[in-house]
């Protein structure tokens, strides 16, 4: 199922058709991750190969890049640059949210944000020999694969989610600005039901919906070897690290993230 841009504006350039028609776009699981090859991150990207890209990144919600070797911060940050307004680049053990998580728990960056991160751009500095790996979830396959009597619940909800600077409500459904999707919005900072004041209901409700988004079939692992660079859209995935190497190890982990700037999730109902 790899397919190749074929729409190229016939007035290109031919060194940037060559460039994009270098480029494969794999599926590595059935419902979420793609690998892209032909692909040189080092230097910019011409047109049509951040078009395919687009493209890719919201069909497959996360694209992973092998050998890119060292991409200096200009370069991430110029990848970055071509699903949204890019932050700084910040270099980093992990996941940030795993400070305040309570260990690498399954999270959608920011989203204890009024406004979380549309796209998120990691590249491996570098990286323990075996472990430590990240799994992606897909939150659209999650709300497409609930029972109608679920999704009717989900609608309906609000969720509050807790960060370091306070908590705040997002939808527990939304609407993918730029696919129209439904997708679910929860991970570690949720903490409670909006509303719903019996706390082991609100956790029972959270931990439900929190369970489809999970399910193996769902998902995609990532081993990261150094040089690698993923891009995930974070509208429409949760992702966590997974903690099985030392403290040793850990510490031999060094990545690179660049966010995208996104909006604030839209409701699929008015709120009641
Ligand atoms: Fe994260």
Redesign the pocket.
Known sequence: MAYRLLDLPTARPARARHAARAARVEPVAGRIGAAVTGVRLCGGLDDGTARLLRRALLRHKVLFFRGQGHLCGSDQTALAAIFGEPSAPVVQPG???SRYAGGGGW?T?GSDTMRPPGV?VLHALSVPPFGGDTVWANTAAAYDGLPVELREIADRLWIEHAGPDGVLEHPLATVHPETGERVLLLGAHARRVAGLSAEADAGALIRLFQDHVTALENTVRWRWRPGDVVVWDNRSTQ?RDVRDVGEDGAGERRLRLVTCAGSVPLPLLPRS
């Open positions: 996941c940030a949210v999270h960056d998120s992702h």
